[in-house]
């Protein structure tokens, strides 16, 4: 579900409304663990770009 996630969000980063609508859905349905990576990655490749999206987002998740 992970690399779906990632192709998904890297397929819907022109936009950032459905870059943020994805990434929420994905939020909601990985495992912790999953999550800790994908957050990792999403600051990682576009983080310069979205990091006010990523921020707002995975402030509301909490990662054990």
Known sequence: MLK???????KVSFDR?????????????????????LKEWCYRT??????SVLDRCFVQ???S
Request: net charge neutral; no cysteine.
């Open 17 to 37: 409304y459905l870059f943020e609508k994805e990434l929420l859905k994905a939020l909601k349905l990985l495992l912790p663990v999953e999550i800790k990576e």
């Open 46 to 51: 576009f983080g310069n770009i979205y990091s």
């Open 4 to 10: 779906y996630t990632k192709e998904v969000l890297s």
């Open 61 to 63: 998740v909490s990662i």
